[in-house]
């Protein structure tokens, strides 16, 4: 069943199978035809995202289990609705006591079964950790632990074995040492372990173990196996190995071949150690199981989408046999769209101006990537640093060498990672490397130089010799690189970085502040000729503002004039109220946040609720940011500081507020328009529209947990009983029942005219800064879509849906187009050619058939 919109559901334990089973009418009524389900897989317990999995071979029961899922795929199969499930290869929970595959490995070490399920380095740099694991999950050093008591042998009756005992940790005592810890007792339950809460006994006992126990902070210094980015209890997958690619996908088999998922999407594909490898053998299993799948279901090949941040000039590769990605670039791309981009030196100038930090987003993503390097992955870098340097025949390069010439390279290199395999030179490590090394190069001492072309060699797969050794350097390279981009840019860089925040979310280029209309048709005839299946994402759960809050803060790039008078006049009424260490970056940022995020119209209950939301995002942003304080070494004063000025500004009597209200309502039109854009441009343009849970009315949301909020789908539904023609409902568009009934209709007109959306895409040019249009045909038929562009003023001035009444009038159709008979796809109804006359009398948009 080929995918015609998908719907993202955010399963956890407060919203099971079974929660999502009554949705089933609605989602059909809506026009989606796949569910699109975050991680089902048996995660830690409490998991309010699933992707911490514990053991891949169960469905988690807290969501239902696997008769819980299945009884969900069937009646979403009686609706016409398929499932896209959302699967982990790249790593699972550890620490805790719950996933047994790590517990197994602490016990046995190099011996357990499932000691290469998991990327350790057993013979690192470092002599006493060789043949060890080092588990950095202590609160302070490990003799500080010992003497308060903190660590005790017990015997665990759950796992049935002796295991050191660590608040809800649990290591696991090696086979070897239990017949000195029983010592004649007639049951290992029974042992007298008295003896080991003396310090120096239990210390030596530690000493004995397969695993060395360290205090957290060390971690990014001598860890010594691959973590999902800095995240101690997400410990990397080799799921390049065969036994454990089976192992870790067997359910998922399991669940295709019995024809209860239609697809998957890879979580953080570029984690793995080779993307096009991983792709090509999911694809093929899939494929073979195709056949075994039940009769009544189509035989087409199953979906296959990646989460994959896209670099700016970077393309996913045709080569993995792929759909397509989740959409972040598409995000991105109407984002950028909706931005004014003669107005970017009035940003630059008035942020550099009120926080004393540079406008170019470069400088701050290279001091985010050297800080990540430095601390968070000191140990990678070290233990990539060695790999390369095996390739040194001359011997004359020490390893900080090495270190160097990497960190100037991954300083400068602006993708996740490269795809090179280092025993071959294809897929060569491409542009963007090579721009990287360029840049490395200048400053460089001549060790480093050397460094670097040993590197570069090893990068282009010129190491032919020793393609073994040269292939697990590129691949420490590409698995450092990767974590390097993510923690740098968008959980550093993006909330250091404050010129216009619409423009910082994930796979977004914040240094680019605007799209044009020929950047953004290039993209989409892309799609359309190589990945016409990919989600077009405009919300997702990793986002950091929701869709229609990127689109409000779009509205402030085309009035630079009007908002810095007014953000001005804020700095200087909020004065009196500022504690010394409120610096004006973070309160321009906070500034940015109220106005984007402003619900239609605040009671004192709606207050307080905004002022938790608006709180949460204020300590989470200042911990990302990592300059005063951090998840690491909190400040919770200068946290206090801000928490106190917030809420002192939000204050009913505090003249702020009702100015706040004010200014954020007079943008609330024109930030409506862009949404209700978006909306179309995500159900028009080639791909397939994926809508995040509750986006369909509108999504004023902040970065998680803020955008995890429970949905109403009460409301929901009633709304759509009523949608009908979305013009009829355009004048009270506060409510968000015109953007519901917008898409629903554009999901009923795909259905409809599944051709014409699977056609071809054809730019059209309106010869109008403020009017965009394409056209898509299949054979007789052609679809024509219009929107308004950058048109905030006369949004502003008229409301919607009258941006302005001359669009439209001075566009011609193509001339083999004209002469034909329209009909308008929201309504049905007859309409004129839509050339030289206004598009927008009714509705924001244009969306007419022949």
Aim: glycine fraction near 6%.
């Amino acid at each position: 069943m080929k995918p015609l919109a998908t719907y993202r559901i955010q399963f956890h334990k407060s919203f099971t199978f079974s929660d999502a089973l009554k949705q089933a009418g609605y989602l059909a009524r809506l026009g989606i035809s796949h569910l699109y389900a975050s991680p089902i897989l048996m995660a830690r317990a409490g998991s309010m995202h699933g992707y911490d999995v514990v053991d891949h071979g169960r469905v988690n029961p807290e969501l239902g289990g696997e008769d819980g899922f299945r009884a969900l795929a069937a009646e979403l199969r009686k609706n016409g609705i398929g499932v896209i499930l959302d699967i982990v290869p790249n790593h699972m929970a550890v620490g805790g006591a719950d996933n047994p595959y790590w517990l197994d490995v602490l016990e046995k070490g190099r011996d357990s079964i499932f000691a290469n399920m998991f990327d350790i380095d057993w013979e690192p740099a470092q002599a006493n950790l060789r043949d060890k694991l080092l588990v950095p999950l202590l609160g302070q050093p490990i003799l500080d632990s010992i003497n308060a008591g903190e660590i005790s042998l017990q015997w665990d009756e759950r796992l049935g074995k002796f295991a050191f005992v660590y608040a809800e940790h649990r290591f696991p005592l090696r086979r070897e040492d239990y017949e000195m810890v029983i010592v004649g007792a007639p049951s290992p339950a029974e042992a007298d372990l008295t003896r080991f809460s003396e310090p120096e006994v239990l210390r030596g006992l530690l000493e004995q173990q397969n695993f060395r126990l360290a205090y957290w902070r060390s971690a990014g210094e001598r860890i010594n196996w691959r973590r999902f980015f800095d995240i101690t209890s997400l410990a990397a997958l080799r799921v390049e190995d065969d036994a454990i690619f089976e192992q870790i996908h067997a359910t998922v088999f399991r669940l295709y071949s019995e024809g209860l998922i239609d697809g998957v999407r890879i979580d953080h594909v570029d984690g793995l150690s080779d993307p096009e490898s991983y792709c090509r053998r999911l694809r093929a299993r899939l494929e073979a199981m195709t056949p075994l799948r039940p009769e009544a279901l189509p035989r087409e090949p199953a979906l296959i989408l990646v989460e994959k941040i896209l670099a700016e000039g970077e393309d996913l590769p045709t080569a993995w046999l792929v759909d397509g990605t989740t959409g972040y670039d598409f995000m991105n791309a109407v984002s950028g769209l909706q931005h004014a981009h003669a107005n970017e030196g009035a940003f630059n100038r008035l942020w550099t101006d009120l926080s004393g930090r540079p406008s170019d987003f470069e400088i701050e993503e290279r001091q985010a990537r050297r800080e990540m390097l430095e601390n968070a992955f000191a140990s990678a870098l070290r233990g990539a640093a060695l790999s390369f340097q095996q390739l040194d025949d001359e011997g004359l390069l020490a390893p900080t060498a090495f270190e160097a010439a990497l960190e100037r390279i991954l300083e400068h290199f602006r993708a996740y990672r490269t795809y090179a395999l280092g025993d071959k030179p294809e897929p060569p490590p491409g542009p963007l490397f090579e721009a990287a090394l360029h840049e490395a190069e200048n400053g460089a001492s001549e060790d480093e130089v050397r460094a670097l072309n040993i590197i570069a060699a090893a990068m282009r797969g010129e190491e032919a010799a020793d393609g073994a050794v040269a292939a697990e350097a590129v691949r420490r390279f590409n698995q450092l690189a990767a974590p390097v981009a993510a923690k740098a840019v968008e959980d550093t860089a993006f909330y250091r970085y404050g010129r216009l925040l619409s423009r910082n979310d994930v796979g977004f280029t914040a240094g680019r502040f605007a799209i044009s209309p020929e950047q953004f048709h290039d993209s989409s005839l892309k799609r359309q000729a190589n990945f016409p299946a990919a989600l077009l994402a405009t919300a997702t759960h990793d986002h950091k503002r929701g869709e229609d809050t990127r689109a409000r803060l779009a509205v402030l790039s085309e009035l630079p004039e009007l908002w810095e008078t007014e953000v001005r006049a804020w700095f200087e009424l909020n004065t009196p109220l500022r504690p010394p260490r409120v610096g004006a970056g973070d309160e321009y940022q906070l500034y940015q946040t109220l106005v984007a995020c402003r619900p239609f119209g605040l009671s004192d209950e709606a207050l307080s609720a905004f002022a938790r939301r608006i709180l949460a995002w204020r300590e989470k942003s200042l911990k990302e940011a990592k300059l005063e304080t951090s998840w690491a070494r909190p400040d919770a004063a200068f946290e206090n500081d801000h928490a106190e000025f917030v809420r002192a500004i939000l204050d009913p009597q505090h003249p702020f507020l009702a100015r706040l209200e004010r200014f954020s309502g007079t943008l609330a039109p024109a930030g409506a328009l862009n949404g209700l854009v978006a909306t179309v441009l995500k159900c028009t343009l080639p791909g397939v529209p994926d809508i995040y849970q509750g986006t369909e009315l509108w999504d004023l949301s902040l970065v998680d947990p803020d955008n995890r909020r429970p949905v109403d789908f009460h409301i929901r539904e009633e709304m759509l009983a009523a949608a009908g023609d979305p013009a009829t409902h355009v004048k009270d568009w506060r409510d968000g029942q015109v953007k519901l009934a917008l898409l629903a209709r554009l999901l009923k007109l795909r259905a409809e005219e599944r051709e014409i959306f699977a056609g071809a895409y054809r730019p059209l040019e309106t010869g109008d800064a403020h009017l965009f249009a394409f056209a898509r045909t299949a054979g007789h038929k052609t679809l024509f879509v219009a929107v308004p562009l950058l048109s905030a003023e006369a949004a502003i001035a008229r409301g919607i849906p009258l941006p302005d009444d001359r669009l439209g009038e001075a566009f011609a159709l193509p001339e083999d187009l004209r002469a034909r008979t329209w009909r308008d796809g929201l309504t049905g109804a007859d309409v004129p050619p839509p050339d030289n006359r206004p598009l927008f009398a009714d509705f924001p948009a244009a969306v007419f058939i022949s």
